[in-house]
């Protein structure tokens, strides 16, 4: 159970209005206090009550670590104040200002109270509350806890303290995103009302992709409050609650309708691996929480943790848990009303305990045809009441009872005897999501995999049931379905900036789930990426999927990929000298754009006997890459098409059929060579006897493609 802490706040009394205007303060040192330092812009923006702004130009190499000897004035006047990091020179979407309370005793690293007020861009450690803030302060951009170069050093009490009305704690943009991690507890949430937290890693590393932990929790609300809000439905509202040393979250409160919607806990920012907090992911300690919803994007992803996923303890009843993805946590009760192991069903439902130890509904035999899953349900509870009936699916039946894919819900009204009995019909949905990060280095591969816990995929089904007054049951035990029928998705790579063959190995085909039994889910599929020797800075590209039959497509229907590159940015030089082989003529104009060459091949040259076609290229800024093109030409000895006749070298290295463009062989598909400077296409596969043209362009370091190169051979 939850060690209780005590967050207090010190209660300032307003000053009088004064008139308007604004300031704006420079840090240009690192200095404890006196002219220029952090200290001193505080002390001065607290004597004139303005919207005024704190900025940053501290000259130097970042970090600028600001060691605080004493605890920095309480900021609280009458007129605003943003204290805005971001505007450090260097500072490019993480903090480069760190300001370190080692040599403070119990103190807070800044303490904000008033509405407007704006803290963003610090690097804030080892004080005992990083930032303790009053009414509605904005906090975004700061790493609580963690040092600018990523490591740990947590404040010893809490990283962020919330006290009064209104305070916003991150974002729903990843430049309002806070990294709280590495202290005693992440964010605790006191005697407050209309707060929101969003869009924060709370636990994890500034990447977002393995544990960094708060000692205890990762939020903790605790106290008189109402209104507050950790996480929410739109884009980019949940948090990433992972890898803490105790619960993700504890909902501790006194006040009913805290909400808890749209987080992550137990996992990393992207993918499936395990980021555990290691009692588990979510405890509840008081009446009428709001655990997810049903409406898009209100539930939680609550798995990977390492106790149980969701617990009501003590005496705490009216919560509603629902459309939670509640999955693969460390014991088999995922959602445990008393925290006691499963609880089972009782005549009546007269007991007494964590909300009122509700019964969970019992499922019949469901059965699927392609496209449809019919569930019949019934619930044995309480006398003429009506009941939420949620239902889930799972890729297979286990003593976890997973809640691994919501399916959507039904009501039930129980008769006088407190039995009701209702049959759903759910159509299905196919999906695809990432396994691991979307961002790898070149060279690298990417996993993926369908999540096929839609109704026609669904090996089984678990349902909770909600009462508005005692709240929501345990799972019920897992029925598993007949799982009849066929279902198919049509799954392609879409280029971005990345190029199929050149920067990856393109995906294209039909995925098919039979569900009686034969094929099935794949646990992982490999997107493999082509490494090479050339800087090209980042590039992207899509992988989607479309329902082909026997489903329908759900969300998210795509995925989005980002090859890092892991080659040196060249320095900038001028023209090169082109190394020519011998009976190439160069091309003489540099123009900016970048130029290519292609090798003569000796004439009469014996199709077996042509292995690689290689050539030149340069560019005044430097050459990226050479993409190189071959088509087989139609008719006799003129280079111009026969009807149908034009094949090109496809994706794979053999001849693919071409169709020509105004009576030409023009290529459409390109594969990347070997070198810039000097360039080489290797052929995996023996071209045949006949006529063919080569095709050559450059691309420079700046992205611009130069010109076209075309030399025509014929092969014996």
Not at 308 to 330: A, D
Not at 397 to 411: D, I, M, Q, W
Request: with cysteine.
């Amino acid at each position: 159970m939850v060690r209780r802490l005590t967050l207090s706040f010190l209660v300032l009394l307003a000053l009088p209005a004064a008139s308007a205007g604004a300031a704006t303060f420079t840090v240009t040192n690192t200095l404890d206090s006196g002219a220029g330092s952090l200290r001193q812009a505080i002390v001065d923006s607290e004597a004139v009550p303005t919207t005024d702004a704190i900025v940053f130009d501290i000259p130097g190499p970042a970090p600028h670590v600001i060691n605080v000897a004493s605890a920095y004035p309480v900021i609280s006047s009458d007129g605003k104040l943003t204290i805005d990091a971001t505007t450090q020179p260097g500072y490019a979407g993480s903090p480069v200002v760190q300001i370190d309370g080692v040599a403070t005793s119990n103190q807070s690293g800044l303490n904000v109270s008033g509405d407007g007020y704006v803290v963003r861009g610090l690097s804030i450690t080892r004080f005992s509350a990083g930032l303790s803030t009053f009414n509605g302060v904005i906090v975004e951009g700061n790493w609580l806890g963690v040092r600018p170069d990523g490591v740990a050093a947590g404040n010893t009490a809490r990283g962020i303290g919330v006290g009064g009305s209104g305070a916003q704690i991150g974002g729903t943009t990843a430049a309002a995103r806070n990294v709280v991690s590495g202290n005693n507890v992440g964010i605790e949430v006191g005697t407050a009302s209309g707060v929101t937290v969003q869009g924060n890693y709370v636990g994890l590393n500034p990447a977002g992709t393995a544990a960094m932990p708060n000692t205890l929790y990762g939020v903790y609300i605790n106290g008189s409050q109402a209104g507050v809000v950790i996480g929410g439905s739109a884009a980019g509202a949940g948090n990433v609650i992972s890898g803490n040393g105790s619960w993700g979250v504890v909902v501790a409160g006194a006040v009913a309708g805290t909400k808890v919607q749209g987080n992550r806990i137990g996992r990393p920012a992207v993918g499936f691996q395990q980021v555990s907090n290691m009692d588990g992911g979510l405890e509840v300690l008081q009446n009428g929480a709001i655990i997810g919803g049903t409406a898009a994007g209100e539930g939680n992803t609550i798995s990977g943790n390492n106790g149980r996923g969701v617990v009501v303890g003590g005496s705490g009843t009216g919560n509603l848990i629902r459309g939670n993805l509640i999955r693969s946590n460390g014991t088999t009760t995922q959602l445990d009303l008393g925290n006691d192991g499963p609880t089972g069903n009782d005549a009546g439902d007269g007991d007494t305990g964590a909300d009122g130890l509700q019964n969970f509904p019992t499922i019949g035999a469901a059965t699927s045809t392609p496209g449809a899953l019919t569930v019949p349900v019934t619930l044995s509870s309480k006398a003429s009441r009506s009941y939420a009936i949620d239902l889930f699916s799972t890729d297979f039946c286990s003593p976890e009872a997973n809640a691994e894919y919501y399916l959507g819900s039904v009501t039930i009204t129980t008769d006088g005897s407190g039995t009701g009995t209702v049959t759903q019909t759910t159509t299905g949905t196919a999906s695809i999501e990432a396994v691991g990060p979307t961002r790898i280095e070149e060279g690298g591969t990417y996993s993926y995999m369908f999540s096929n816990g839609d109704g026609p995929f669904a090996d089984g089904i678990v349902a909770t049931a909600t009462d508005s007054v005692d709240g929501t049951s345990e799972m019920s035990p897992c029925f598993a379905t007949d799982r009849t029928g066929l279902s198919t998705v049509h799954v392609a790579t879409v280029d971005g900036t990345a190029h199929a063959n050149v920067d990856y190995i393109p995906q294209v085909f039909d995925w098919q789930r039979n569900h009686s039994g034969v094929g099935g889910l794949p646990p992982s599929l490999q997107l493999p990426t082509i490494d090479d020797s050339v800087h090209q800075g980042d590039r992207t590209f899509t992988l989607t999927i479309a329902a082909v039959s026997g489903t329908t497509l759900g969300s998210p229907s795509s995925v989005q990929f980002t090859i890092v590159d892991n080659d040196p940015e060249p320095a900038a030089a001028n023209a090169t000298p082109t190394v020519v082989p011998p009976g190439v003529k160069p091309s003489p104009v540099l123009d900016g754009k970048p130029t290519t060459t292609i090798a003569r091949l000796r004439a009469g040259l014996r199709a077996s006997k042509l292995k690689r076609l290689t050539g030149t290229a340069r560019d005044d800024r430097g050459v990226a890459r050479v993409e190189v093109a071959i088509v087989r030409l139609g008719g006799g000895a003129k280079a111009s098409a026969a009807k149908a006749s034009c094949r090109q070298l496809g994706p794979k290295g053999t001849l693919v059929t071409l169709k020509p463009k105004k009576g030409r062989c023009a290529p459409t598909s390109w594969r990347r060579a070997k070198g810039t400077r000097s360039w080489a296409l290797g052929l995996t596969h023996r071209l045949p006897a006949g006529r063919y043209a080569a095709y050559a362009r450059a691309i420079d370091t700046g992205g611009q493609r130069g010109a076209v190169t075309r030399r025509a051979f014929t092969l014996k």
